[in-house]
Nanobody, 125 residues
Framework: VQLQASGGGSVQAGDSLRLSCAASGRIFSTSSMGWFRQAPGKEREIVAAINWSGRSTDYADSAKGRFTISRDIPKNTVYLQMNNLKPEDTAVYYC???????????????????WGQGTQVTVSS
């Protein structure tokens, strides 16, 4: 299983970015996905998660109302639309997959089986 995250960049506060995570393999359609982030000196934290069908999602409090996670099953891709970005959103963002997850959403990083390489998001004030 390979995950390729992209879409990061340097933006101003209030701007938007859309992160993408392309997954290889047939497991995508039966897997839950998550976006995590890790800022310098801090632990990795959940941002958002989505179940295999895309019908169920959950968000960290910091992301609610500003970020939207979605997935395109035929394209084997999960997205994170980030609006109204703040300097505290600055971090490396990682996507992860939990295979054979049924319809559950996983908000705990230890549940995930595979991780992408990360994409840097920098938000300046």
């Amino acid at each position: 299983v390979q995950l390729q995250a992209s879409g990061g960049g340097s933006v101003q506060a209030g701007d938007s970015l859309r992160l993408s995570c392309a997954a290889s393999g047939r497991i995508f359609s039966t897997s839950s996905m998550g976006w995590f982030r890790q800022a310098p000196g801090k632990e990795r934290e959940i941002v958002a998660a989505i179940n295999w069908s895309g019908r169920s999602t959950d968000y960290a409090d910091s992301a609610k109302g500003r970020f939207t996670i979605s997935r395109d099953i035929p394209k084997n891709t999960v997205y994170l639309q980030m609006n109204n970005l703040k300097p505290e959103d600055t971090a490396v963002y990682y996507c992860a997959v939990k295979i054979f997850s049924a319809s559950r959403i996983y908000m705990d990083s230890t549940a995930y089986d595979y991780w992408g390489q990360g994409t840097q998001v920098t938000v300046s004030s």
